[in-house]
């Protein structure tokens, strides 16, 4: 898991099982949180991202926001995991 603090975190609205986290590791993660196990992890990023989102219309689409003013949208498939 992240071994800083969580800035933020995100269910998915098409499953419930899967969780997305963002923290002061720089790393962004995916869970599936009745197992308590990562799914998979986003590239890591230059500095913290304080927001992490599930696209509200497209299942594995998710995008990240960091303190350096990027934006990244991502897919399930970009990591290697999801469903």
């Known amino acids: 898991g992240h071994s800083r603090g969580i800035l ?3 269910w998915c609205v098409f499953d ?3 969780l997305l986290t963002c ?3 720089n790393r962004t993660l995916c869970w599936d949180p009745n197992s ?3 799914m998979c992890e986003l590239p890591a990023s230059s500095n ?3 927001d992490v989102s599930w ?3 497209l299942p594995a689409i998710l995008s990240t926001s960091s303190f350096d003013g990027i934006v ?3 897919s399930l498939t970009d990591t ?4």
């Open 48 to 50: 913290w991202n304080f």
């Open 80 to 83: 290697g995991g999801g469903s």
């Open 36 to 38: 308590g196990q990562i």
């Open 23 to 25: 923290g002061k590791d």
């Open 16 to 18: 419930t099982a899967m």
């Open 72 to 74: 990244n949208v991502y």
């Open 8 to 10: 933020a975190m995100s």
């Open 55 to 57: 696209s509200p219309k």
